[in-house]
């Protein structure tokens, strides 16, 4: 990533307001504790906060790395540690080395971070773990980016450096790296480490994205909606240390990734569902109507009734897909999750309701039971005797598919009715 030059920080003009109660002292070992009342909010350029769970071990020097790149830089700042319930001691721990602390009620990494985004007081925010695997003495990066005009700055590890045994390698070489892709594909990101912990961004573009998420899906939150909306991102190398505590990480691998991707799926139905889904329905259907006809060859291989099955479930399933895209786009957007939108799918939002879903799946069914009564109607006619069996699966198929599809179609405008009702409730 390009960087713009830019002057020494202690040489800018926030050197000239920086006042001593924000930074501690270089004499004491321990710094003076933060008071807000001291310094004007307007006069903070940069708060760094910290989620806080039990981190008694590591919290201390954290705090202590940021103080002194406040003190080194001249930059004015604060420090929060935005505290989800220790019962270890670090809220003592934090306010003795110089920093404020948040008590945020609402459990989860992602809660803790928006209620210490919520109480800072400075332009730009830079986020990281307070376990002592970032380095908070060296900021300079994402802050000559910050003050450049990107609004959201990634650290990326994998370019920075990532010791030995600081991170597993199911993290290292599947999980960070399969979720990142999926990233970049579904929402055309740069980004190339989407959960790096350590970021910064400018603390009102970042509010305005109305960020929700409560877990450790908050870190693909904050880049997917950055990047859906156009925002200015980029990436900074950045080092990642082993974990300093001796208890194992709040992190749960297979638990918190399958959030992670969860996450990802609400906001790529098109991508995921639509797109393979529309495929599906398509070879399916086709393939099912051209098979009750007859038999088809092409080239050396032929198809008949065992393929036009195959066929019918195929497309089934992609029907599926593709209603389950159009479900979950609708759901998402009734949630307040700011996703793309286009013309056609808000015209087809606005056309589309439990009345019109149930007319067209009834049709699809009385369609397919016609072909049933009239299969029933020829075998009573001819006494309910012995029927030429591949003749008759033949067009039973479709017949079936066709009910099965109505079926499908009535459900989904049930479930959409079920949405529109939460949606008049609030």
Same mark, same amino acid.
């Given at each position: /990533? ?161 010791? =030995?045994?600081?991170?597993? =390698? *199911? ?13 970049? *594909? ?30 450790? #899906?908050?870190?693909? #939150? ?36 399958? !959030?992670?991707? !969860? ?5 790529? =139905? ?15 259907? *086709? ?67 439990? #009345? ?48 099965? *599809? ?7 405008? /049930? ?12």
């Amino acid at each position: /990533m390009t960087t713009t030059d830019t002057p020494a920080l202690a040489d800018g003009p926030f050197a000239r307001t920086v006042e001593p109660a924000l930074l501690a002292p270089a004499a004491p070992a321990v710094p003076a504790p933060f008071v807000a009342a001291e310094t004007a909010a307007d006069a903070i350029e940069l708060s760094i906060v910290m989620p806080c769970l039990n981190e008694a071990e590591t919290l201390a020097t954290c705090i202590d790395k940021a103080q002194g790149y406040l003190r080194r830089s001249g930059v004015v700042g604060e420090i929060i540690i935005a505290d989800n319930g220790s019962t270890d001691g670090s809220q003592h721990i934090a306010r003795e080395h110089g920093a404020r602390v948040v008590d945020v009620p609402d459990k989860g990494y992602g809660a803790a971070l928006i209620g210490g985004i919520a109480a800072a007081s400075g332009t730009y925010v830079i986020m990281g773990d307070a376990d002592d695997s970032y380095d908070f003495s060296d900021l300079d990066a994402f802050l000559e980016r910050l003050r450049a005009g990107d609004e959201l700055v990634m650290g990326n590890r994998f370019r920075g450096g990532i010791e =030995p045994g600081a991170m597993p =390698p *199911l993290h290292k070489y599947l999980g960070n790296p399969v979720l990142s892709t999926i990233g970049r *594909l579904f929402f055309r990101s740069p980004i190339r480490d989407f959960h790096c912990g350590l970021r910064g961004f400018d603390r009102a573009a970042i509010q305005s994205l109305r960020l929700q998420t409560t877990g450790m #899906e908050f870190a693909s #939150e904050m880049v997917v909606k950055a990047s859906l909306e156009g925002r200015r991102v980029s990436e900074v190398p950045t080092t990642l240390k082993k974990d300093g505590r001796s208890r194992p990480p709040h992190l749960r691998s297979w638990r918190d990734g399958w !959030r992670h991707l !969860r996450f990802l799926l609400i906001f790529s =139905p098109r991508w995921l569902f639509l797109v393979p889904g529309t495929a599906a329905f398509a070879i399916g259907m *086709l393939g099912t109507l051209f098979l009750s006809f007859g038999p088809l060859v092409v080239g050396d291989i032929g198809f008949d009734v065992a393929s036009q099955v195959y066929l019918a479930a195929l497309a089934a399933v992609g029907y599926q897909g593709v209603i389950f895209a159009i479900l979950t786009k609708i759901f998402a957007q009734h949630e307040g999750f700011r996703i793309p939108r286009s013309r056609n799918f808000d015209r087809l939002e606005r056309r589309i309701s439990l #009345e019109s879903s149930a007319l067209a799946g009834v049709a699809l069914f009385l369609v397919g039971l016609v072909v049933g009564v009239v299969q029933f109607s020829v075998w009573a006619s001819s006494g309910f005797g012995a029927l030429h069996a591949i003749a008759t699966v033949r067009a039973a198929i479709p017949a079936a598919v066709l009910m099965i *599809l109505g079926a499908q179609t009535v459900m989904a405008g /049930m479930f959409l009715g079920v949405l529109s009702v939460g949606l008049k409730r609030r």
